[in-house]
């Protein structure tokens, strides 16, 4: 693991790591749709360095805006959150996985 990825997956104070963890699976999810020809990529420059991974001011911009976004949620509030998006994710790697591969 490069050491953006490492300290990404380390969570900073009043954070755990949900953030980078679930846009790494939601990615898993979009590259697969893209192998299966149901997605197809925009263009549009790589954000990522050379081990894949974001720079750390786009983790610490994320964190920021969850942060920002989460303000007014109540810690009960975030859970359910949590828990459906996590359904949500869920129900789309079913899909892709589901899915048909597209013929050329």
């Known amino acids: 693991m490069s050491r953006n990825a490492a300290q990404a997956a380390q969570p900073e104070a009043g954070h755990d790591g949900y953030l980078p963890e679930r846009l790494a699976r939601a990615a898993e999810a979009v590259g697969r749709l ?34 920002a976004l989460l303000v007014n949620f109540s810690p009960s509030e975030v859970q359910t959150l949590r828990r ?14 589901r899915a048909p591969p597209a013929t050329p």
């Open 34 to 67: 893209i192998d299966q020809g149901l997605a197809t990529r925009g263009v549009a420059p790589s954000v990522l360095d050379a081990a894949g991974d974001p720079p750390m001011e786009a983790v610490q911009l994320a964190r920021a805006y969850e942060a």
């Open 84 to 97: 459906l998006l996590a359904r949500v994710e869920a129900a789309a790697q079913r899909l892709a996985v």
